[in-house]
């Protein structure tokens, strides 16, 4: 492999592109005592802004209930521009759904634990997630879609 064709795989920028805290029952929940059930939800998407420039972002979604009351909902995109240049087509989603997702994690577990904290609440920490089976499982998912004629997304 020459130095012209091995594969460039480069962080140009990291940014939270959007970040939002409800807490839509406030004041009166700050006196719940009980502790709250905690939803996540995250999703992976891509972008290609030119040749050898991707967009990729995490959004990350928790939503705290105490019964059937919500305490806060945080939503958090984690965003980073990467320069790829010479992966194979066929290798490219990988790098985008794991590599990308795998870098953006630790900045949205940050950004998501420090929102949680500015609105009042006990810090959330998000568990590690395994980007790997998570891509894998929506291939399939898309598979199994364009195979019934459906579309997912």
Known sequence: M???TKPVF????????????????APGIFLER??????????????????DMYDASLTVT?????KDKVMFIVEVEQAGIFRIRHVPEA?????LGIGCANILFPYVRETVSDAVTRG?????????????ALYQQQQKQQKAASDSGATIH
Request: hydrophobic share 35%.
């Open 62 to 66: 928790v939503t705290a209930k105490v």
């Open 120 to 132: 009042g609440f006990p810090t959330v920490m998000l568990n590690p997630v395994n980007f790997e």
């Open 10 to 25: 480069t962080i140009e920028k990291i940014y939270v592109k959007d970040l939002s805290l409800e807490v839509p029952q």
């Open 2 to 4: 020459t130095e012209e």
């Open 34 to 51: 009980d502790a709250p059930q905690v939803h996540v939800e995250l999703k992976t998407q891509h972008t290609r802004m030119d040749e």
């Open 91 to 95: 290798e490219l989603g990988q790098v």
